[in-house]
């Protein structure tokens, strides 16, 4: 009787600390972003041809989110988005960095691995990295504690069909800041979605005891496409359902482990992609749906990409989700998330939490969202609520009439030409069909507004604006 009087007074004494530890732990965060995956690649999004039984799991066991968007329709400018909150121009990263650029995200910007380094996780990276291929540029430098993957996109070598003959240098597989294989060749191409996984899976095994921070960015589904022998010819819809297989399996696998080790209700999932599908590529290229155009234009085929979260108890299990999302929201949020101090740099994301939450009766922060590319060109915005989207007048790539491209070779774009503003309601006409910017004035004169609060901030080339925000990237230090 005595014992049970001491064990009931150690837990009096005791248990209420171990209940409050236990509840106040840091979530993990893992986020899973693939390359060009277009808005239709996924089964819950209306996939054909193949099915992604893992995405569409992750999908119940959480929330879809059909309106969620990246900052510039093209992988260097939208993984810096991702990383540091900011609009890609804001740190000086446009475009798509090659194996020539002798520049990289700067080290005074803060990423969201060295963001929840001030929380005391655990940081680690498999994948593309692509914000410069340097050592003083890569993820190492930048708050991961280990990474193994590309420096930048899987075409930019010499056996790519597309490449320029004697442009692109062998293709490095780096581990840390050392590569472990210079001048990959076909055999290693259809190993990297697995060994990518097989990282991260090894990462949350040796880091199951504290928080972690885990990003596997896939070099797959960009050309060229590559699978491994275990889903060669499974799908039964070509080569690209076989990769989008493949990446469904990685999912799989990496919710495997979080299940595995007890992890699933304390972490925070996120799946997404960098951009709209190459559309040029043809059979070898995704589909964006009910979307028009895709990657490497401003229209909602290249910004607007299939988005999933999850975080039992936190977000609400198989809903959809409809609110206005970028990529720069991501970090703001999971600072609030885990209590980290955000930069004293500028940044342009907000908290979206209640949005993601599901909150009833939550609403978007920004008055507005804007869509630069190419060479700093602001060339479209959309109201904070998503509703309504301005295309401002600019040149863009757009695909001719007919099939894409066969057997990983690409067709041409043709050119089309947007000469004065043309307004969309996206809850309506999701697909851009309609200008309905003379029946709305007063919309467009206020998304004209904004554009202009834009350009002061963060310039546009196309009206020759020089914005006051702008921040220089990282230079290459011999």
Not at 97 to 120: D, F, I, M, N, V
Not at 268 to 291: C, K, M, Q, R
Not at 440 to 449: G, M, Q, S, W, Y
Request: hydrophobic share 35%.
């Amino acid at each position: 009787m005595k014992a049970f009087s001491r064990l009931v007074l150690m837990f009096a004494l005791f248990g209420p600390v171990l209940i409050s530890e236990a509840a106040s732990r840091l979530p993990n965060i893992v986020i899973i972003f693939t390359d060009d995956q277009g808005y239709g690649d996924v089964g819950v999004f209306g996939a054909k041809g193949y099915k992604t039984p893992n995405l569409d799991r992750l999908a119940r066991e959480g929330s879809r989110f059909s309106n969620f968007h990246v900052a510039q329709p093209v992988c260097s400018a939208s993984r810096a988005a991702l990383l540091t909150g900011c609009y890609p121009n804001r740190v000086g990263v446009n475009g798509a960095l090659g194996p020539s650029a002798r520049h990289g995200l700067h080290e005074a910007e803060t990423t969201l691995a060295e963001l929840l380094k001030q929380k005391g996780y655990a940081t680690g990276m498999s994948g593309k990295w692509h914000l410069g291929h340097h050592p003083q540029f890569l993820p190492t430098r930048h708050g991961f504690d280990e990474y193994f993957g590309l420096p930048y996109s899987n075409d930019m070598w010499p056996h790519h069909p597309e490449a320029k003959k004697g442009y692109y240098p062998p293709l490095p597989l780096i581990e840390g800041e050392k590569p472990v294989k210079i001048g990959l060749d076909h055999s290693d191409q259809e190993q990297l979605t697995t060994q990518y996984t097989e990282r991260a899976v090894k990462f949350i095994g040796n880091n199951k005891d504290r928080p972690f921070f885990f990003y596997l960015a896939h070099s797959m589904p960009h050309v060229p496409l590559y699978v491994s022998d275990k889903f060669k010819g499974k799908s039964g819809a070509g080569l690209y359902g076989d990769v989008m297989m493949e990446i469904d399996w990685s999912v799989g696998e990496v919710m495997g482990a979080l299940k595995q080790h007890g992890l699933e209700k304390d972490t925070l999932v996120i799946f997404t992609s960098d951009n709209g599908p190459w559309l040029s590529y043809g059979e070898h290229a995704g589909s964006a749906g009910p979307l028009r155009e895709g990657k490497g234009t401003c229209w909602e085929g290249g910004t607007r990409v299939p988005c999933i979260m999850k975080w039992p108890g936190k977000i609400p299990s198989g809903k959809k989700n409809d609110s206005m999302l970028m990529t720069i929201d991501l970090f703001p949020t999971i600072a609030n998330l885990v209590g980290a101090d955000l930069p004293k740099q500028p940044i342009d994301g907000r908290d979206v939490w209640p949005l993601i939450a599901g909150r009833r009766g939550a609403k978007n922060p920004h008055d507005a969202y804007f869509y630069w590319y190419d060479r700093g060109e602001l060339q479209a915005v959309t109201s904070g609520d998503g509703r309504w989207k301005l295309q401002l007048p600019h040149g863009y790539r757009k695909l001719p009439d007919g099939p894409g491209g066969k057997g990983g070779i690409p067709i041409k774009y043709d050119v089309g030409k947007i000469t004065k503003p043309e307004l969309y309601d996206l809850r309506a006409d999701i697909s851009e069909t309609r200008d309905v910017a003379a029946k709305h004035p007063e919309i467009v004169k206020n998304l004209l507004a904004f554009a202009d609060r834009a350009r002061s901030d963060l310039g546009d080339s196309l009206t020759r604006q020089k914005g006051s925000g702008i921040r220089e990237p990282g230079r290459l230090v011999e």
